[in-house]
Every structure is written in structure tokens, then in C-alpha cells.
């Protein structure tokens, strides 16, 4: 009799999960996490019902969607997406709202949302899905340790579209350690005035494609650090925020590389910067093969500019800058010194300045140019770069 009822006890607790994993093996299994028991009332901590969902989803032995769905809001404090997963098809339809808790109610250490170590995702927002940090409750305490919204770590074959991503407390989306990852539609919207909000921070990350998306930050809109190579950014619009930017390269202690970078057809309204390497004096590394082409310019206070001076110095060599073209810049600079190639006395080399029309902003002043220990050539540039050496 006990024997039976043991059998009966366990018969019924395996049975559910026999009708749940009746999914597997079927051509695309649904994991709506409203079935783990989110409730999307904005409330109540969500957390626990998405990862359950998520690990489902990625037990699945073939393709499988995670489904946020549309008009809920759901809290969650903390989510961490881990792989690495039995199928490489996994798509997230991201149509609902997620808004992180209030500050002191925190519980994520450096990012709200962690993906690692997952192959072949896709995460659509079909032009609904968003993602709130409440960077408000944060913003005012620069000192504090901020964190972040959306970290992807180790992630190959990644594509995430059609999201809007607000009010990180600090940056944005960083990718890390990646290959192979593309975003696109993605609209980023934090004030001018929020601290450290990077719309992208990239780093140790190969074949990284950003197309077709709007950052208005308080912080670089894309910075492209140590690490990466192949990195396209197409039709961005940046603005308010500081730019574009390679760099900062050579901190301390590291060896920071960077090369095949393309930056095409973007617009900068009213940012710092527009292009922009950085590197710290006495690092170690190089940034090369880098290319900003079609830059449409409005009020900006620094469009071109290499700074080697960045941040305070410490001894040995420099990061090496060579083979930078900027192509086809036109539009207004907010100073009037438009181009600034300030090299380290180890020298820039080979850079190329084309077809580039950039005028004062202020009605009657001209436009400038400065540099120094800059080697390239200047074609058809406006202002004139009567500065470089051969
Ligand atoms: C991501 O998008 C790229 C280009 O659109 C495509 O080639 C690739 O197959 C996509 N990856 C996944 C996992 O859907
Ligand atoms: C891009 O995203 C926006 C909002 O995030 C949405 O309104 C728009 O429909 C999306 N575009 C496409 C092509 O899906
Ligand atoms: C983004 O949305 C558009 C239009 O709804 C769709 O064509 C596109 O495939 C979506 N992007 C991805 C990667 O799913
Ligand atoms: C990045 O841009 C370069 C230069 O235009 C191009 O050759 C390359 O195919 C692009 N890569 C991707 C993945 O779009
Ligand atoms: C960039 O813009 C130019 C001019 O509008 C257009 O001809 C070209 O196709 C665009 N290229 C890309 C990659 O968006
Ligand atoms: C710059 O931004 C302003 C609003 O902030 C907008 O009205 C204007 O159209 C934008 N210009 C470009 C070229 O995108
Ligand atoms: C580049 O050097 C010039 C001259 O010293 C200076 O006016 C300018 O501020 C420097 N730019 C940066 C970003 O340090
Ligand atoms: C590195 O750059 C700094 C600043 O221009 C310069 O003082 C230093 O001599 C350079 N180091 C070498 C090894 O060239």
C-alpha cells in the first residue's frame, strides 16, 4: 500500500512535467513565461518565472522561443539568460514591457540582464518590446556602483532587433567577449545629462554589426575598446551623447587592439564628439584600419578628433594609430575647430582625410583644423589640414 501511494505521489509530480516536455522534440516549442508565473503587473518580482522559462527554452532539444508578451509590464530584478544551450535556434519575442526595481530596491550586481555563453539567438522586440532601467533613481549618485542594462557575454551568431532600451543607470548594451553578433532597429533613449549611459560598449568582440538605430545618451553612443575587430556601425544617429568612439585605448596594465572598424552613414546632432579615438599615453596596442564615411554633422563640438592625450599618462610606449580615414564628412562644428589629430610624439600614420566639407556653426567664423605628429594626406577637405606631415 505505502508502496503504492509512493508510486502514486511520484506518478503524479512527473506527470506535468511530462506534459511540459511534451514540447521538445516538436519544430518550435513556446515558452510564455505568463505559464512559469510572471504575473506582469509591474509589481511583483518577475525574475524567477523568466529564468524558469528561459531554461526551458534552452533545454529544448530543437528550436525554441521565449515569449515576453505584449501589454504587460513585468519587474524583474535580476535576469541572467545562461548557456550555453542544447539548440542553437532560440528566438526571445520581447513584445512586453520590462522595467527594472528602484535603486534601493536592487538586487543585479554590474548588469541587470546578463546573456552568456549563448549560441545562436535572437532577441525581437517587433517594435514593442522595451527595457527600463529607472536610470533616474541612480543618475544623481555618480559615485555609486551603477549597473548597467544589457550585458552579452561569449555570445556567437547573436541578432537582436526592434527594441527600445531607456534610462540605464549606467551604459547601455555592452558586448563582450562575442563573435558574431548583429543589432538593429534598436532605439536607446537616456538624457544628455545621465552619467556614463554608453548607448554600446564593445569589447573583445569580432563581427559586431549595429545598422539602422537612434542613441540619445549622457555618454559615448558606441565606444569600440580593446579587443575588437570588424565592427560596423551603419545608419546611426547619435545625439544628444559624445560620439563615436575607439578608445579609450592602453589603460593601465593592458594591451589594447583594435582594428577593422567601419562607421558609415551616421548622423551626429548636437553630441561632444562626432569620431573620436582615444588612447592613454604610455599604453600598449594599436588602433588601425578604421574608416568614418558619410557623416552627416549638426553643431557638433569636436566632429573629428584623435586624442592621444587621454586621461592622465603613465610611462613606456604609446598605442599606435595608423590607417584612419575620415570620407565625406558635411555639416556644422559647434567650436569651429573641426578636425583635431593630436598624436603622441611616437606619431599617427597614414591617415586620410577625403571629400570632407565641415563649417563653423557660428554664422561668420570659419572653421579650423589642428594637429600634431600627424602623418596622411588631405583631399578636398574643408577646412584645410595644412597641418599633417607627409
Ligand atoms: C542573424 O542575422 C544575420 C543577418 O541578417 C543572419 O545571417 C543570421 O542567420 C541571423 N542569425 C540568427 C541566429 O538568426
Ligand atoms: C523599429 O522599432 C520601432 C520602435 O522601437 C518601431 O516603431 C518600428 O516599427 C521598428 N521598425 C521595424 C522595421 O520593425
Ligand atoms: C524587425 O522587424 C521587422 C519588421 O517588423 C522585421 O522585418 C525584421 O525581421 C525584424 N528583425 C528581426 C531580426 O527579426
Ligand atoms: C562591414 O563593412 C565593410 C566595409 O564596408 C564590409 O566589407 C563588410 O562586409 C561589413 N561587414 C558586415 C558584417 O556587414
Ligand atoms: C549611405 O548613404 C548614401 C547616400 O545617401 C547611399 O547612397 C548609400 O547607399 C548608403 N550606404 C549605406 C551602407 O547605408
Ligand atoms: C537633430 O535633432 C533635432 C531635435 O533634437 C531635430 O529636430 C533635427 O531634425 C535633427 N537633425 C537631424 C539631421 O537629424
Ligand atoms: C589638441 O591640441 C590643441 C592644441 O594644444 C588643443 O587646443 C586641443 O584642446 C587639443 N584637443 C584635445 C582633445 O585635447
Ligand atoms: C608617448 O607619448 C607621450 C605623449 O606624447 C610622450 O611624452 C612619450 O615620449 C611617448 N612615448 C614614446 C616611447 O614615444
Known amino acids: 500500500m505505502q508502496g503504492f501511494i509512493t508510486f502514486a505521489l511520484i506518478f503524479c509530480f512527473i506527470l506535468p512535467c511530462l506534459s511540459t516536455r ?100 535572437t532577441i525581437n522586440g517587433h517594435g514593442r518590446g522595451v527595457l527600463d532601467g529607472d536610470g533616474s533613481t541612480w543618475w544623481q549618485c555618480k559615485s555609486c556602483d551603477r549597473p548597467g542594462v544589457f550585458l ?79 565592427v560596423n556601425a551603419t545608419r546611426i544617429t547619435c545625439g544628444p551623447g559624445h560620439g563615436i568612439s575607439v578608445g579609450s585605448l592602453g589603460k593601465k596594465g593592458s594591451e ?19 569620431a573620436r579615438i582615444k588612447t592613454i599615453p604610455g599604453g600598449l596596442g594599436y588602433a588601425k584600419h578604421i574608416t568614418f564615411e558619410q557623416i552627416i554633422l549638426v553643431n557638433v563640438n569636436n566632429p573629428i578628433i584623435i586624442d592621444q592625450e587621454y586621461s592622465i599618462s603613465h610611462k613606456g610606449a604609446n598605442v599606435s594609430v595608423s590607417s584612419v580615414k575620415f570620407q565625406g564628412f558635411t555639416g556644422t562644428s559647434a567650436s569651429g575647430l573641426a578636425i583635431q589629430l593630436n598624436c603622441s610624439s611616437s606619431g599617427c600614420y597614414d591617415i586620410l582625410l577625403e571629400q570632407n566639407n565641415i563649417v563653423s556653426a557660428q554664422p561668420g567664423k570659419k572653421a579650423s583644423s589642428f594637429c600634431t605628429n600627424a602623418h596622411g594626406t588631405a583631399r578636398n577637405t574643408v577646412p584645410n589640414v595644412p597641418c599633417l606631415l607627409k
Open 152 to 230: 552579452f557575454h561569449s555570445c556567437k551568431g547573436l541578432n537582436v532587433s526592434n527594441l527600445s532600451i531607456t534610462n540605464s543607470p549606467r551604459s547601455h548594451v555592452a558586448v563582450n567577449m562575442c563573435n558574431g553578433a548583429t543589432f538593429s532597429n534598436i532605439s536607446i533613449n537616456s538624457p544628455g545629462t545621465s552619467p556614463n549611459t554608453d548607448g554600446f560598449d564593445i569589447a573583445l568582440s569580432t563581427h559586431i554589426v549595429i545598422h539602422d538605430s537612434n542613441i540619445k545618451s549622457g555618454d559615448d553612443c558606441i565606444a569600440i575598446n580593446g579587443g575588437s575587430s570588424f
Open 22 to 121: 511534451s514540447n521538445v522534440g516538436t519544430k518550435n516549442a513556446i515558452y510564455n513565461v505568463m505559464k512559469y508565473g510572471a504575473r506582469g503587473d509591474g509589481k511583483i518580482d518577475d525574475s524567477l518565472a523568466f529564468v524558469r522559462a528561459w531554461n526551458s527554452a534552452c533545454k529544448a532539444a530543437e528550436m525554441s522561443t521565449l515569449v515576453i508578451p505584449v501589454g504587460k509590464t513585468f519587474m524583474v530584478s535580476k535576469l541572467s539568460f545562461n548557456g550555453p544551450c542544447t539548440n542553437k535556434h532560440i528566438l526571445i519575442q520581447l513584445e512586453g514591457k520590462i522595467v527594472a526595481p528602484s535603486k534601493v530596491h536592487w538586487k543585479a550586481q554590474s548588469y541587470w540582464i546578463t546573456v552568456q555563453s549563448v549560441e545562436g539567438l
Open 256 to 274: 589594447d587592439k583594435v582594428s577593422n572598424i567601419h562607421v558609415r552613414n551616421c548622423t551626429f546632432n548636437e553630441t561632444q564628439n562626432g
